[in-house]
């Protein structure tokens, strides 16, 4: 088991989807005796979803890593014990699914249905998308609403889900999902630290489509990267 110390900083990774590659890359620049939060949204996406899954999976058994649920594994989950049409057109438009099969998808469903919504340190929490401002817990859709109403309560948030340029920060709010799979950059965040790492994501020949929605707001301040 790796050993990971009660003093060990953390590492908020951004969204991974799928992208094996860059994970290595990441991994090597990482303190091996730092703990890791995956922020959700490891998989659909990019080319190399399986190994992608087995790597985080490695590392939360070991003892090293927290893999958080992000709305593609909450979709994943939500087809896959929905037995109906819908759920079956849902399937077939998901990438986990066409490239694992589903054999070993149904395989990973017991394991993704115990993935937990936040991990909480001290003085600062991450989950995917953030924090629903009617109930105050994680909602894996949420944007807006929570980047205008969030009020410091549970001290800073980092969170994925919306792809940028950069890792960002937003009042109490720090951005980490920096659109690996778009040809962007994988990074990672120490809330501890406030200290960045990032690597070359995707090739642009190889990236996906970027959606329309990058950013709160692109005037926002980088955080530094080392």
């Not at 958080?68 to 594994?73: I, K, V």
């Not at 980092?158 to 980490?176: A, E, N, S, Y």
Request: charged residues 20%; neutral net charge; hydrophobic residues 35%.
């Amino acid at each position: 088991m790796t050993s990971v110390t009660p003093r060990s900083r953390h590492w908020v990774i951004g969204d991974v989807h799928g992208c094996a590659e860059a994970l290595e890359q990441l991994l090597l620049r990482l303190p091996t005796g730092d703990r890791l939060i995956f922020c959700g949204d490891a998989i659909n996406r990019g080319p190399s979803i399986a190994a992608s899954m087995e790597r985080i999976w490695g590392l939360v058994e070991s003892g090293r890593a927290v893999w958080l649920r992000g709305n593609h594994e909450q979709d994943l989950i939500t087809a896959l014990r929905t037995e109906s049409w819908f759920s079956g057109r849902k399937l077939a438009g998901c990438d986990t699914y066409r490239q694992l099969g589903d054999q070993r998808c149904r395989q990973w469903l017991e394991r993704l249905q115990h993935l937990p919504m936040a991990y909480w340190g001290d003085g600062w929490v991450a989950t995917h998308a953030g924090f629903s401002p009617l109930t105050w817990q994680p909602d894996l859709q949420v944007r807006l609403d929570f980047w205008q109403h969030y009020d410091g309560r549970f001290g800073e948030v980092v969170i994925g889900h919306t792809p940028g340029p950069h890792v960002r920060r937003l009042r109490d709010i720090v951005m980490v999902d920096t659109g690996a799979c778009y040809g962007g950059e994988l990074s990672a965040y120490c809330p501890e630290t406030k200290a960045v790492l990032s690597v070359p994501g995707l090739r642009p020949d190889k990236a996906q489509p970027l959606p329309g929605l990058r950013s709160s707001d692109p005037s926002q301040p980088a955080l530094s990267s080392r």
